[in-house]
């Protein structure tokens, strides 16, 4: 059973940075598809941003130019660097991962979640 873990949520003043992390323990040993999504109150949680297990990027059009995704120096680990954050960004940040998801934009198709840290962006 895979378990993910995230860190570094907290507050922000708008224009500031954050940089949250999440690793993943436990599973197979493989290499895992990781991606961020966020849900803020009383919306659908949506995509932020995935890295495939062959190091190919995506992210949400709110996130590019943005947010940067990349893989930790442990095995099974990511971070998202948020820059120029802004009031709307505000929201519970999910860790995902999976092995092969079949849609890498959508959350069903991941099987393992943490349980979330929360981003507070101040305007």
């Known amino acids: 059973q895979v378990q993910l873990s995230e860190s570094g949520g907290g507050l922000a003043q708008a224009g500031g940075s954050l940089r949250l992390s999440c690793a993943a323990s436990?599973?197979?040993?493989?290499?895992?598809?990781m991606a961020w999504f966020r849900q803020a109150s009383g919306k659908e949680r949506d995509f932020v941003a995935a890295?495939?297990?062959?190091?190919?990027?995506y992210y949400a059009p709110s996130a590019k130019g943005r947010f940067t995704i990349s893989r930790g120096d442990a095995r099974n680990t990511v971070v998202l660097q948020m820059n120029s954050l802004k009031a709307e960004d505000t929201a519970v940040y999910y860790c995902?991962?999976?092995?092969?998801?079949?849609?890498?934009?959508?959350?069903?198709?991941?099987?393992?979640w943490g349980p979330g840290t929360q981003v507070t962006v101040s305007s």
């Open positions: 995902a991962a999976d092995e092969r998801p079949y849609e890498f934009y959508t959350d069903r198709f991941y099987d393992y």
């Open positions: 436990g599973g197979t040993g493989g290499r895992y598809a």
């Open positions: 890295i495939r297990e062959d190091g190919r990027i």
